[in-house]
């Protein structure tokens, strides 16, 4: 019972917070860091999992969310016809290349005895492959950047929804896990987290420099969107009808006519934005349900009681008979898929694709900070950790400005030590972030919401 009001409590505190920002700031700003704060709770569920349930350390968070990314671009942009008759061919036949590789190699390790011959020939394939993949697709990657490259210069995708990439989000991640897992879950944890962290920069140069895929650093932009526009919002008689009853007390105030109306417009134009916030919200929200559920039944399942097992003491469970190579490479792949989820879902709030923006301070180590300082092993506290830090990342500044002219309210704007301390504001984010993770960790070392182990 204690538990749940701990949960409840944390929780609680947190909304009014972000309550506060929409009273004292606006609810564009609340409903933004709420929503940012939804598709982290995503990406830390995702690395709780892995670190949490099976102390598995990924460092390579920052590539699966690209790959979620990716999968957004590709899913929902309309495909460019003139790009695929430039060199669409030639890129086909390099995906045929590619899966005449894997059959190859796959051939190689199931018929022969693992010796030099087999290492070799693996080896042998893998280069020659990759030069004639690279021979293969040169023209027509040539041809399709050279296709309008202001506008396009690349593929396309099928012109879905963009909604579907979340699932496909997921596949890719979790494709590239089962490729990483194979390779590097058999080495020890220092050099395991080095090891994804490499192949998740790999992943990025990748996406940055190969224009035909997805503009590489020239962005992707305008993506489709599974919420309304606000400028289709603010012509649609049900949405001004709707916020003229809702605001309807204040504009009674307004006795003249034209100020009445010009005041309609500006509130119309301020709720199409709360209002696709909401929209938003509400998808993140039931996918962050959906998830929670599924890995809370997964905890107390059997299956979560032997990922622990393995956790604490690899040795003796492998010793009991499990698999602990299995089960490492299953929930690395688990894992990674739904960070690759998360990746998806912050393209498609974004509406716009930009591979530069992948950087391992905001996608990798933010999001340990917040499952350490939310608690790992325990899904309600990885979830509030991504709620406390990003909450603490975005409101820092705004924060630190207002301790600074409180602290300074007696000194003349142009003193040197309140200019000084004004002009950097934008780093007290990190000192704001250093200090909560030292006392959390002074205080509660073991996360604000520590695991706790039940039998059910």
């Known amino acids: 019972m204690r538990k749940n009001l701990n949960v409840i409590a944390a929780y609680s505190i947190m909304m009014a917070l972000i309550i506060l920002v929409g009273i004292f700031q ?11 704060c939804l598709i982290s709770a995503v990406m830390t569920m995702g690395a709780n999992i892995q670190w949490g349930y099976a102390g598995l350390i990924n460092f390579g968070i920052m590539g699966y969310t690209a790959l979620g990314g990716l ?18 061919f030639d ?9 005449a590789m894997v059959f190859a190699i796959r051939f190689i390790l199931k018929n022969f005895e693992k010796s030099k011959f087999r290492t070799y020939g693996i080896a042998a394939i893998i280069v020659a492959g990759i030069v004639i993949i690279r021979i293969t697709a040169e023209p027509g990657i040539e041809a399709i950047e050279g296709v309008n490259p202001a506008k396009t210069g690349f593929l396309g995708g099928f012109g879905l929804p963009i909604i579907f990439s979340w699932i496909v989000g997921a596949f890719f991640a979790g494709g590239l896990a089962f490729i990483v897992g194979k390779v590097a879950l058999g080495l020890r944890a220092d050099y395991l987290a080095i090891a994804t962290l490499l192949i998740s920069e790999i992943v990025i140069a990748i996406i940055k420099h190969e224009d035909w ?4 650093v020239k962005n992707v932009i305008g ?5 309304p526009y606000e400028v289709d919002l603010q012509t649609t008689e049900w949405f001004i009808n709707l916020v003229e009853k809702f605001n309807s007390g204040k504009l009674a105030l307004i006795s003249n006519l034209a100020d009445r109306q010009a005041a309609l417009n500006q509130m119309v134009i301020e709720g199409s934005t709360v209002f696709v916030k909401l929209c938003y919200s509400g998808l993140f929200l039931i996918v962050v349900i959906i998830l929670l559920i599924l890995t809370q039944k997964a905890l107390y399942s ?15 469970a492998n010793a009991m008979g499990k698999n602990v190579v299995k089960q490492h490479l299953l929930i690395f792949i688990l894992g990674s ?5 998360a990746g998806a879902m912050l393209v498609t709030q974004d509406g716009l694709f930009t591979p530069g923006s992948y950087r391992p301070m905001r996608y990798t180590f933010l999001i340990w900070v917040m499952v350490i300082v939310g608690g790992s092993g325990n899904n309600f506290g990885a979830i509030l950790g991504g709620f406390a830090v990003w909450f603490l990342w975005i409101e820092a500044a705004p924060i630190a400005l207002f301790l600074i002219n ?18 950097s504001v934008p780093y007290f984010r990190y000192l704001m972030m250093g200090l909560g993770l030292l006392l959390i960790m002074r205080y509660r070392p073991k996360g604000i919401l520590p695991e706790k182990i039940e039998i059910k």
Not at 26 to 36: E, K, P, Q, T
Not at 213 to 216: D, P, V
Not at 223 to 227: D, F, I, W, Y
């Open 213 to 216: 895929l997805t503009r590489g």
């Open 302 to 316: 059997p299956w979560g009681r032997m990922m622990r097992a393995i956790r604490d003491n690899e040795e003796a």
């Open 223 to 227: 993506l489709k969107r599974p919420a």
């Open 406 to 423: 409180f602290f300074t309210a007696g000194m003349a704007d142009t003193h040197a030590l309140k200019v000084h301390l004004i002009e």
């Open 337 to 341: 898929a739904i960070v690759g989820i």
């Open 71 to 88: 999968a957004a671009v590709l899913i929902s942009v309309d495909p460019v016809q003139e790009a695929w008759r430039a060199g669409g």
């Open 26 to 36: 606006s609810w564009n700003v609340a409903l933004s860091i709420f929503n940012l």
């Open 91 to 99: 890129i086909i036949m390099c995906l045929w290349l590619i899966i």
